[in-house]
T-cell receptor, first 111, second 114 residues
């Protein structure tokens, strides 16, 4: 069955470290998205991609970067982790329709 | 600015009764709306959607109502079941300006008591 996976599921890192969160989907979807979920803010879009070599900034992109070298993967990199980036991160994918399929999430703690 | 707002952080109902979750939006370009359900330690899952050309969409126990003039939508769950206890997110999209991107509300924690 097609699916979308995220790794690691939990991560603890120190301030200033570079961290990469993986997202892999086997739906063969062109569109991929990264969100962060914080209490009181819901899901906020960090970066998104509509295809290979395409990346775009979302509403909370500062301090994050993504790259899209193939259809299946959209890794999210925190260049220098900050305590404000402690959050739960969700990856999602979709076709040209609006319905997005979400991964199980990665809980990141920056100490 | 928050373009999609869910003003009730939490809602508690009795099993068998109706649950009504509300969502307001400010962007008049939004033309498609979705509801997602999220259990703890899982990703959100799609529940039901509605296009701006409709005012109602029904799927089993779930019905979404859209009032474009008031920029308001609601999700009705009838009858509510304990398994419906989850966080519900409202989301909206504007095809002309944002493609497939979704803007989410803050979420409402629904608790259905047996």
């Amino acid at each position: 069955d097609a699916e979308i996976t995220q790794s690691p599921r939990h991560k603890i890192t120190e301030t200033g470290r570079q961290v990469t969160l993986a997202c892999h989907q086997t739906w063969n979807h062109n569109n991929m998205f990264w969100y962060r979920q914080d209490l009181g803010h819901g899901l906020r879009l960090i970066h998104y991609s509509y295809g290979v070599q395409d990346t775009n900034k979302g509403e909370v992109s500062d301090g994050y970067s993504v790259s899209r070298s193939n259809t299946e993967d959209l890794p999210l990199t925190l260049e220098s982790a900050a305590s404000s980036q402690t959050s739960v991160y969700f990856c999602a994918s979709s076709t040209s329709s609006y319905e997005q399929y979400f991964g199980p999430g990665t809980r990141l703690t920056v100490t | 600015d928050q373009q999609v707002k869910q003003n009730s952080p939490s809602l508690s109902v009795q099993e068998g009764r109706i649950s009504i979750l509300n969502c307001d939006y400010t962007n008049s370009m939004f033309d498609y709306f979705l509801w997602y359900k999220k259990y703890p330690a899982e990703g959100p899952t799609f529940l039901i959607s509605i296009s701006s050309i409709k005012d109602k969409n029904e799927d089993g126990r779930f019905t979404v109502f859209l009032n474009k003039s008031a920029k308001h939508l609601s999700l009705h769950i009838v009858p509510s079941q304990p398994g419906d206890s989850a966080v519900y997110f409202c989301a909206a999209s504007a095809a002309q300006t944002s493609g497939s991107r979704l803007t989410f509300g803050e979420g409402t924690q629904l608790t259905v008591n047996p």
